[in-house]
């Protein structure tokens, strides 16, 4: 199967009114289109099956420049429009990928474009921490923001009502009774049963795009490592390789490999992490403290090792500030091995409880078809039939030296996406073995070379959410002029509000912590 | 005297109950492999509840306040009905299992009333879940507690505990069932795994929790406490109306001493046994605790029949 057939399949169909220019930036094709063609563009795409993955904007000199990205087949493809600041209007691609609704809304809040036929288009990103009609994400927005003292509260975001004998609403958050990030849920109910679930996110902005503009390229890994802690790696990962691409750096193989590593490390602790978690919430807390030792076991080697828990700052455009001795592999492979054998039996306690069983199986139930249309990406969507690994469709180094065994389950409930990432960590701490057999003595970092202003690049990987998308254009002077990292999360917290519906209230929190979307990757 | 012992017996009752959270708490810390906090930490948290200042919604009505109070009173009150270490006594004579029934839910009617009044979905989700629930439960434990009162021919749990004493150690299987149906309500009365699960942070999950979400400072002490006491109140009752044996018959030191290190002892192995459940088990859910209290009261019925087609005649 060669993935570059749909593309000129896709170039074919086109109506002779779409004018495609085909640029090229490294290794993704980019097509530009004319304004009026973006809206129709979209329908095509959804008829060839295409995923919409990311949408941005970008402000430059008098224009704004938009962008979404397509996959198919493990094949990235830019679509790219201008259009003039002055009257900034678009057609909504929203209309045809409900995934592209909350991007559309963000970019509005963030530039001020407007989105023709937006399906909803209130506010998103804005709550009341700036003006309404200033737009931080323009160049003439100062990076200190305009602070309004303090935040007045947001009371009038108009929420989705129901209406009827016996309904009722609950809102929840964002100041939750545990400790977890900031995010609002809005449920209609009858009795328990949920009728409808409205998320308000947002909470956690933090302006990581604007803050992003002027920096240095290791300064903006650094920033790239914080966009959600805990995918410190994937993320800046991601940066890195959207740095490397622009400049023409190609990392040496040990730091390639020692990526992986790091990579694949992140994703065991997380998936054990949630495990626990997932168990912990219908109050099976065995599991969870079972999972949590050996998530703080495995974190402990991390420190060891690379000198920090969570594996922070450990990647740097260029390559990795981290080396593994002879020494090191032996304790890493030592772990595993022990690793192997506790999970089993762990495992089989969580298998052979039919109270949790009761509670795991058929409930917070994502159809393929919906999967697909909201196009969740990572274990949520593998757990839904969609079958996505970006190491396996566009494998990167040192993916491209191996074979991913991309798990996949099509019961779409919670005890799925339980299984979904127990089977992760398996293939995970095959990986981690595979890398450290492969290692090769050399350099770990290649020579940073400056890149040209106005170049490009576009870092896929695969964090442990799933598919990580970041973008980056460069300046002059080894600037940054424009960072999006499109978290996974992104993708996913919409599936959260169909998944739930049909579940009943007390169900929600499992729900919710079986698909567990990072609020602070969602909301930069 | 007898007055005297009762008194002391009911503070005792409500001296003991943090203690038995703490020896839950304990027990439970040791089954997830984990180092268990101190057996007094339960008297530690409630002493730190008083010393802060209690926070109350502006909506909050003079019912918030006094619900506390309420609910604390009316639970000691039910503990002065059941014998702890003794039998025979002035206060558990005045009053039968009923009026503790009745206490239960005056207490309940009270928590309820505050989880509505400050007018927070929560609140409000939590009255609606525990009165559902109890509106099951509550059947159930007469049911259990009807067959017997049915074998003792009295409604008075002194006399009923002195009853099953002078018979000695008869199997009876209408017993059997009323102490599986007993036990079921209890779990689901005390607000316990698999039907609530009160180290809970999930708002949403929430039963008992839920209505008390609003309380803090001595407000949320007293609350802690009565549910605490509420707690100890269905282990000993269990624990003396199955297994009465231990308990003091007369009223010297030695008798009373006796009485209490049994009652602790038994106290001990049931909550071994509530540790070892909650341990095992996953909350269930929500529209399954219907069932599970159906099961109770079928449970109990069952106990009834028995008691009637086998051990009546004789």
């Known amino acids: 199967m060669s993935s570059s057939n749909w593309t000129a399949d896709f170039l074919s169909r086109l109506s002779t009114d779409i004018t495609v220019t085909q640029i090229d930036i490294s290794s993704v094709t980019l097509w530009q289109i004319e304004s009026h063609a973006w809206q129709q563009f979209a329908e095509l795409a959804v008829q060839q099956n295409l995923r919409w993955a990311a949408g941005w904007a970008e402000h430059i000199e008098h224009r704004f420049f938009i962008n979404t990205c397509f996959e198919k087949q493990g094949e990235y493809l830019l679509l790219r429009t201008i259009i003039d600041a002055s009257n900034p209007e678009l057609p909504s691609q929203a209309t045809v990928y409900p995934a592209a609704n909350r991007s559309e809304r963000h970019t509005q809040d963030m530039f001020g474009i407007k989105f023709v036929g937006h399906p909803d288009d209130r506010r998103w990103t804005r709550h009341q921490a700036w003006i309404e009609k200033n737009y931080p994400l323009r160049k003439d927005f100062p990076v200190q923001g305009t602070p309004v003292g303090i935040t007045p509260p947001d009371m009038h975001y108009p929420f989705i009502k129901s209406h009827g004998a016996g309904t009722y609403e609950i809102p929840v958050g964002p100041v939750h009774a545990g400790i977890i990030e900031p995010g609002h849920f809005r449920f209609q109910a009858v009795g328990e049963l949920i009728l409808n679930l409205e998320e308000r996110l947002g909470y956690v902005h933090k302006g990581i795009e604007k803050i992003a503009e002027g920096r240095e390229p290791e300064s903006l890994a650094r920033l790239a490592g914080r966009v959600s802690g805990d995918t410190t790696v994937g993320h800046c990962w991601a940066a890195c390789m959207a740095m490397e691409q622009a400049a023409g750096v190609i990392i040496p193989p040990r730091a390639a490999l020692i990526r992986g590593i790091l990579a694949e490390r992140e994703r065991v602790a997380n998936h054990m992490g949630d495990i626990g978690a997932i168990c912990n919430d219908v109050a099976f807390v065995f599991a969870q403290m079972q999972f949590s030792r050996l998530r703080e076991l495995w974190q402990r080697t991390n420190a060891t090792v690379f000198g920090h828990r969570l594996l922070m700052d450990k990647i740097i455009p260029g390559g990795v500030v981290c080396d593994l001795s002879d020494e090191s592999c032996a304790l890493i492979k030592k772990e595993i091995t022990e690793l192997r054998k506790e999970l089993t039996e762990v495992i089989l306690a969580l298998d052979l409880n039919s109270s949790l069983e009761d509670r795991l199986y058929t409930a917070g139930f994502l159809s393929e078809e919906i999967a697909a249309a909201f196009g969740t990406v990572g274990y949520v969507g593998r757990a839904s039939g969609q079958d996505k690994d970006v190491r396996r469709d566009a494998p990167y180094a040192p993916y491209d030296q191996v074979t991913v065994k991309v798990t996949l389950e099509t019961q779409g409930d919670i005890a799925s996406r339980l299984w979904v990432r127990y089977k992760e960590i398996r293939t995970a701490l095959r990986l981690i073995e595979n890398f450290i057999d492969r290692l090769v003595a050399g350099e770990l970092r290649a020579e940073w070379q400056t890149p040209v202003a106005g170049s490009e690049g576009l870092g896929i990987v695969e964090g442990w959410r799933g598919e990580i998308i970041s973008y980056i254009r460069f300046d002059a002077d080894n600037n940054i002029a424009r960072f999006y990292p499109r978290d996974p999360s992104q993708l996913n917290w919409p599936a959260l509000e169909k998944l739930v519906l049909n579940n009943i209230v007390p169900d929600f929190p499992v729900c919710n912590k079986s698909l567990n979307g990072s609020y602070s990757g969602n909301d930069l | ?314």
């Open chain 2, 1 to 314: 005297m007898n007055w005297l012992i009762a008194i002391l017996q009911t503070l005792l009752f409500v001296a003991l109950a943090p203690l038995l959270a703490g020896w839950i708490k304990c027990c439970k810390c040791r089954l997830q492999n984990r180092k268990a906090p101190s057996l007094f930490q339960p008297y530690r948290d409630l002493i730190k509840l008083t010393h802060k200042q209690p926070v109350v919604s502006e909506q909050a009505s003079w019912l918030f306040i006094k619900a506390p109070y309420i609910i604390f009173s009316a639970t000691v009150l039910a503990a002065t009905v059941v014998p702890l270490i003794a039998v025979d006594l002035p206060t558990s004579a005045s009053a039968d299992v009923i009026v503790m029934v009745g206490f239960f839910a005056f207490a309940r009617f009270f928590l309820a009333l505050a989880g509505l009044d400050v007018g927070t979905a929560f609140g409000g989700m939590g009255s609606s879940r525990e009165m559902t629930i109890s509106s099951l439960a509550e059947p159930a434990m007469l049911m259990a507690i009807f067959t017997l009162t049915m074998t003792a021919s009295t409604t008075n749990l002194s006399f009923a505990i002195s009853h099953v004493l002078n018979e000695g150690l008869v199997l009876r299987p209408s017993f059997v069932f009323a102490l599986a149906a007993l036990t079921l309500v209890a779990i689901a009365e005390t607000g316990r795994i698999p039907v609530d699960n009160p180290s809970t942070h999930l708002e949403l999950t929430m039963i008992h929790e839920a209505m008390i979400l609003e309380y803090s400072g001595r407000h949320l002490a007293l609350i802690e406490w009565a549910s605490q006491l509420k707690l100890m109140l269905y282990g000993v009752l269990i624990a003396n109306i199955f297994f009465p044996w231990g308990i003091a018959e007369t009223f010297d030191v030695q008798a009373l001493g006796y009485g209490l290190l049994a009652i602790m002892g038994k106290l001990a192995v049931l909550a071994i046994f509530l540790a070892v459940a909650e341990t095992l088990f996953a909350k269930m859910r929500l529209f399954r605790v219907q069932e599970y209290l159906s099961f109770a009261y079928l449970l109990g019925l069952l106990g009834l029949l028995s008691h009637i087609i086998l051990e009546a005649s004789r």
